[in-house]
């Protein structure tokens, strides 16, 4: 990308993942970024943090109507930058990409479009209904309908449309889907004909409703039905109940809050996602460098006088690893040194540095560190660096002290608390109080303080309460017990992929007792 370049980049139809590879890369390298409110949020996170960002959606703060959007592109690139126009669905289909396309080019100005997955395809494949099918639908009709918008005549030849066979698709909300059903019926479509509606579609929030055709002009004609959707009219539906994949999966709908650090929540989010959940992201908790970074660095100028180097995080190899690096020694300065990890994900952070370790416990805690240690070794007189957080317990030096060793503490990384009200992240008070949530998950005790501090302990108490709370360990849920929180779900082994096995196993279990909330 040598010259200022506007790419019209399809977003897809919600599901950030299913941004194409080509849309990916101009995204992340684009020092201006116009995106539409349809567009997921979590595809902005892509964006060079230098880069400029601007919502021209019609939700946003300042909204701009398509010609000054047009303007605003031309402006941008002409200032030498080069532009990501981020765009829900595909940018030819159905929206106003062609009429920023036609502008650019009569401005002179070079663009590229990067197709995406329209609607009307994206959300019948994820509630199981192929558009296309032998002997079932093969012709396909993709219609944006304006009807019942105004009294205006209809823009769609509804008497040549309701006798096309194979398969219909349309774009609309409440009113427009309503009259446009309306039309096919009265224009001679069948009012047996099978027909689906799919609202929120590729998300985890899908919803899919299908039934006759006159059975979904009752439903989408209630005065209530405001939402946009996507309206399917066809045989090819009959297939929907053999190839349904999304809206089965075991946490389907489920709404479970991750309350990890961000940078370290997409093993957790991905892994819900995965089985169907929407994880709604709420990091109560930031991690960082240390205030002083002198005591950390003393320790690495000489860690090769330790024998042992003990990790009970893998934030805790991190910071201390990068550190270590941006010291006078390396990594060689630990031949010699015996290194012990808490538990598989912090052994597999110091793998990454090619670092093997000389001991795990079976049970992935702190308090287990200390026997499996002495099992094999007596340490008296050894010496044993412990880089941690600063908000790390005693509990392990002082084992280890009493074991006969020669402990040295020092804080390798920062955890501070996130303030919930400026961090730009949901409305979690309002999500539980209006039982919008079905799991909160937590991964340590310093997450679940700083969510009560967040909430007020009473009120954390009481909304928690409504919900299952999911922790990581015994550390975990003890911390949460002392405030008033009692934990519904818990891993026999305190990690993440047993955790999710956890919920999915309590929510099954609830699903069978008719006690899903």
């Known amino acids: 990308m040598n010259e200022a370049r506007i790419y019209l980049i399809g977003a897809g139809p919600g599901d950030p993942a ?12 684009a020092d201006v970024v116009v995106y539409d409110h349809l567009v997921h949020q979590r595809l902005l996170r892509w964006v060079r ?42 940018p030819f289909v159905f929206d106003s990409g062609g009429k920023e396309a036609l502008f650019l080019h009569e401005q002179g100005v070079p663009f590229e479009v990067v197709p995406g997955i329209p609607s009307g395809i994206g959300s019948p494949t994820f509630a199981g209904i192929p558009v296309t099918y032998p002997e079932a639908g093969d012709t396909l009709t993709l219609v944006r309908g304006h009807e019942g918008e105004t009294d205006a005549p209809p823009k769609v030849a509804w008497s040549h449309l309701a006798r096309v066979s194979g398969t219909i698709v349309t774009y609309g909300a409440g009113p ?7 039309a096919l019926r009265r224009h001679g479509r069948a009012d047996s004909e099978p027909a689906a509606v799919i609202y929120r ?39 929907r109940d053999h190839l349904r994949w999304f809206d089965t999966r075991p946490l389907f709908g489920r709404q479970i809050v991750v309350t990890r650090p961000r940078a370290q929540a997409s093993d957790l989010v991905d892994r819900l996602e995965q089985l ?77 540095y090619g670092l093997k370790v000389d001991l795990i416990p079976e049970e992935y805690r702190s308090e287990e560190i200390v026997r499996a240690m002495c099992r094999d070794h007596d340490l008296t007189g050894h010496t044993v660096l412990l880089p941690r957080g600063n908000l790390a317990r005693d509990v392990l030096p002082s084992q280890l002290r009493q074991a006969g060793a020669k402990v040295t503490t020092v804080i390798a990384y920062r955890t501070a608390p996130v303030d919930l009200e400026v961090s730009g992240g949901p409305d979690i008070y309002r999500l539980l109080l209006e ?28 909304l928690l309460g409504r919900v299952d ?37 309590h929510t099954q279990s609830a699903e069978l007792q008719g006690e899903h909330r």
């Not at 400029?52 to 000054?68: F, H, S, W």
């Not at 427009?176 to 309306?182: D, E, F, G, T, Y």
């Open 201 to 239: 579609g590729t998300l985890p929030t899908q919803h899919t409703v299908q039934g006759s055709l006159a059975e979904i002009d009752e439903l989408v004609s209630g005065p209530d039905q405001r939402e946009a959707a996507v309206l399917v009219v066809g045989r090819v539906i009959g297939l």
């Open 49 to 90: 943090a230098d880069a400029e960002t601007i919502d021209v959606g019609a939700a946003a703060p300042r909204p701009l109507e398509q010609d000054a959007i047009c303007l605003l592109l031309a402006e941008k690139a002409r200032e030498g930058k080069t532009v990501a126009r981020l765009k829900w669905g595909d």
């Open 276 to 352: 169907g959940a929407n994880a709604v992201e709420l990091p109560t908790i930031q991690i960082g460098d240390p205030d002083d970074l002198a005591p950390l660095d003393e320790v690495c100028g000489r860690v090769d006088t330790f024998d042992w180097l003990v990790f009970t995080s893998a934030n805790a190899v991190a910071y201390f690893i990068r550190r270590l690096l941006n010291s006078p020694a390396d990594v060689r300065a630990l031949k010699g040194v015996r290194l012990c990890a808490v538990g598989p994900v912090t052994a597999n952070a110091l793998s990454r």
């Open 176 to 182: 427009q889907l309503a009259a446009m059903v309306k």
């Open 469 to 505: 709370v999911a922790c990581i360990g015994p550390v975990t849920a003890d911390v949460a017990s002392r405030l008033g929180i009692a934990t519904t779900i818990m891993p026999t082994v305190s990690t993440i992929p047993r955790m999710v096995d956890a919920i999915v196993a």
């Open 435 to 462: 039982r919008q949530i079905d799991i909160v998950t937590f991964t340590s005790g310093s997450s679940v303080k700083n969510f009560v501090k967040a909430l007020g302990e009473e009120q954390a108490s009481d």
């Open 18 to 29: 299913l941004l194409t590879l080509k849309g990916h890369r101009y995204l992340t390298a």
